[in-house]
């Protein structure tokens, strides 16, 4: 049984630019959230998706965007990057919706550093 | 709001010594918390959770503590060992059908030799 992978693992990018991190959940898990983690601080949920919608969103602009595809891997996009965006960018896969939570698998994460 | 937060950011524990890491919640409603253990380079790990129907719940080495009344909940880790080392943070799905983890900022856990 494979884990939640993330790629790529770090990430240095310009402020203006876009990025695309990328997820593949564990095997059997159908829904993946993503999280971001600023130094020092606790994750912070952006969004889920199940069924390839999004399934939930937190206080975060719309410059944060994602995809679920049928394979139930997942991208997370971020345009129009801001120096605060650079942090840890979690990926957590589990099973089905109203047991999601106790599924929770989360990745290594992506460390994104704008600059 | 809701919020979740942890009383002390750092704790320095001898090796062999027994660990307690404390966190506070807000939301009267919560009814489930979860336990997560962060190392260096790696993704929230899970370690034990507790439901609002339970003042205690044992697993190997840890045990969880559920104050409902102060809304506060403990992790405690007995005999720690260095592999203890990592951030711990409690977390709580909230209302939304649990697709959501709300964290505290965590609780970096040193264990000394």
């Known amino acids: 049984e494979t884990g939640v992978t993330q790629s790529p693992t770090h990430l240095i990018k310009t402020r203006g630019q876009q990025v695309t991190l990328r997820c593949s959940s564990q095997?059997?898990?159908?829904?993946v959230s993503w999280y971001q983690q600023a130094l020092g601080q606790g994750p912070q949920f952006i969004f889920q998706?199940?069924?390839?919608?999004?399934?939930g969103r937190g206080n975060f602009p719309p410059r944060f965007s994602g995809l679920q595809f049928p394979n139930y891997s997942s991208e997370l996009n971020v345009n129009a990057l801001e120096l605060d965006d650079s942090a840890l960018y979690l990926c957590?896969?589990?099973?089905?919706?109203?047991?999601?939570?106790?599924?929770?698998?989360f990745g290594s994460g992506t460390r994104l550093t704008v600059v | 709001g809701e919020s979740v937060g942890l009383h002390l950011p750092t704790l320095s524990v001898q090796e062999g010594d027994n660990s307690i890491i404390n966190c506070a919640y807000s939301?009267?409603?919560?009814?489930?918390f979860i336990w997560y253990k962060q190392e260096s380079g790696k993704g929230p790990q899970f370690i034990i959770d507790?439901?609002?129907?339970?003042d205690k719940r044992q697993g190997q080495r840890v045990t969880v503590l559920l104050n409902k009344t102060v809304k506060h909940l403990s992790l405690q880790i007995a005999a720690t060992q260095p592999g203890d080392s990592a951030v711990y943070f409690c977390?709580?799905?909230?209302?939304?059908?649990?697709?959501?983890?709300?964290f505290g900022e965590g609780t970096q856990l040193t264990v000394n030799p």
């Open positions: 939301n009267s409603a919560s009814d489930y």
């Open positions: 977390a709580d799905p909230g209302e939304t059908s649990g697709s959501r983890l709300t």
């Open positions: 507790i439901r609002s129907n339970m």
């Open positions: 095997s059997g898990h159908n829904t």
């Open positions: 998706y199940y069924r390839e919608e999004e399934n």
């Open positions: 957590a896969s589990s099973l089905a919706f109203r047991a999601g939570i106790y599924g929770y698998t």
